[in-house]
């Protein structure tokens, strides 16, 4: 067989044997995405049906949500999203989608669970500052602004750690969850 320099690079993305340099193995990207997906479906099935009892969602396609009412429906989300994952979150280093697909928060260096003030302030709430600062620019600058910074974050994960950019704020990263070997009786 010869070696074709034409062809497609073959890929590691949810490769088993993927590991990092302390023998971790990675969550593959899919994965990550599958679970973010469930986490995000979960908030969503509380948040929107609130938002369309209360008109929310027909008032923010014609831009007439004052600042405050944006601001108690990003704290909903919030409040949503903490009350479905935060025992998880603080107990396993998982969220529902997480756990669902075997994958986990950890320490980047040590492998050892991080502290729930660490996950959920560092990976989850750090664009927070972010969205405040840019609700109080006019236009639609803001949307743009979020949406790009919130892309570059996703994209991290192409990197050899496949760590996204909030993995790197909270020094953490995802592996994937092994089964631990039965105690002998």
């Known amino acids: 067989m010869s070696n074709n320099p034409y062809a497609a690079p073959a890929s590691t993305d ?3 044997s ?3 340099s302390r023998g971790d193995e990675l969550a ?8 973010a997906m469930v986490d995000g479906l979960l908030v969503m099935a509380i948040t929107l049906p609130v938002g ?4 929310f969602d027909v008032r923010a396609q014609t831009q007439q949500v004052g600042l405050l009412e944006q601001l108690a429906m ?3 989300g919030l409040i949503v999203m903490l009350a479905f994952q935060g025992y998880l ?3 396993r280093g998982q969220t529902i989608g997480k756990l669902l697909t075997k994958i986990r928060i950890v320490d980047a260096k040590t ?8 996950v959920y302030v560092y990976r989850y709430l750090w664009l927070m500052p ?3 600062i840019t609700t109080l620019i006019p236009g639609q600058i803001d949307d743009v602004l979020i949406n790009l910074v919130a892309l570059v974050d996703g994209l991290f994960i192409f990197g050899k750690e496949r760590r996204c950019l909030h993995d790197y704020i909270a020094g953490s990263k995802v592996i994937r969850v092994t089964p631990q070997p039965a105690m002998p009786a």
């Open 14 to 16: 949810d490769v088993a």
């Open 18 to 20: 993927l590991t990092d």
């Open 111 to 118: 492998g050892a669970l991080i502290s729930f003030v660490r």
């Open 52 to 55: 369309i009892a209360t008109g």
């Open 28 to 35: 593959g990207r899919f994965t990550r995405l599958a679970a």
């Open 74 to 76: 990003v704290a909903l």
């Open 89 to 91: 979150l603080a107990t």
């Open 130 to 132: 972010l969205v405040l």
